[in-house]
T-cell receptor, first 112, second 112 residues
Framework: DTGVSQDPRHKITKRGQNVTFRCDPISEHNRLYWYRQTLGQGPEFLTY????????KSRLLSDRFSAERPKGSFSTLEIQRTEQGDSAMYLCASSGTGVEAFFGQGTRLTVV | KQEVTQIPAALSVPEGENLVLNCSFT??????LQWFRQDPGKGLTSLLLIQSSQREQTSGRLNASLDKSSGRSTLYIAASQPGDSATYLCAVNGGGSEKLVFGKGMKLTVNP
């Protein structure tokens, strides 16, 4: 296991469609985070899991967004009824007892 | 609400210069400060983590310092190289939250 893995790397979807992204954290990392980054901005926090429990959610995470982490391993982020404003890079990160956060390569979402 | 600022937004320097990148944050009650590098269209690469009890960390040509009381951190890059060209972001967490709050980043260009 060499790092945080995200799939897909790129996604183009039509407005109104649902999309789902997957994140595989570094094995044995119990903390997993989702962030969103738009052009020229730093990443913004979306949600945080410790093991399978979703402990923190941003107000950015509207009811169209849902995240899961079944069994405390991989995580999925689903966006329903996508809007053009959802176009962004979605980043996943994980950390363990060492607290340092390691990020994946991100999923670039384009809503047309 | 924690806010992180990085000034300037961009910097262009000739190869070989020693550089100081600045980061400031408004709430000194942080757990950790982390510096990242981001190449265009890619995820974030962790450079250095400074825990709140530490004052600095070093890795190769990089040295990061932390002054919690003044809400400042600096990243020192020695003998800059064209391969150092990237966007550098700093982020902090704290105040009862695990989430990282990011600055907008500083785009560095090192010219050969």
């Amino acid at each position: 296991d060499t790092g945080v893995s995200q799939d897909p790397r790129h996604k183009i979807t039509k407005r109104g469609q649902n999309v789902t992204f997957r994140c595989d954290p570094i094995s044995e990392h119990n903390r997993l985070y989702w962030y969103r980054q738009t052009l020229g901005q730093g990443p913004e926090f979306l949600t945080y899991f410790q093991n399978e429990a979703q402990l923190e959610k941003s107000r950015l995470l509207s009811d169209r967004f849902s995240a899961e982490r079944p069994k405390g391993s991989f995580s999925t982020l689903e966006i329903q009824r996508t809007e053009q404003g959802d176009s962004a890079m979605y980043l996943c990160a994980s950390s363990g007892t060492g607290v340092e956060a390691f990020f994946g390569q991100g999923t670039r979402l384009t809503v047309v | 609400k924690q806010e992180v600022t990085q000034i300037p937004a961009a910097l262009s320097v000739p190869e070989g210069e020693n550089l100081v990148l600045n980061c400031s944050f408004t709430d000194s009650a942080i757990y950790n400060l982390q510096w990242f590098r981001q190449d265009p269209g890619k995820g974030l690469t962790s450079l250095l983590l400074i825990q709140s009890s530490q004052r600095e960390q070093t890795s190769g040509r990089l040295n990061a310092s932390l002054d919690k009381s003044s809400g400042r951190s600096t990243l020192y890059i020695a003998a800059s190289q064209p391969g150092d060209s990237a966007t550098y972001l700093c982020a902090v967490n704290g105040g009862g939250s695990e989430k990282l709050v990011f600055g907008k980043g500083m785009k560095l260009t090192v010219n050969p």
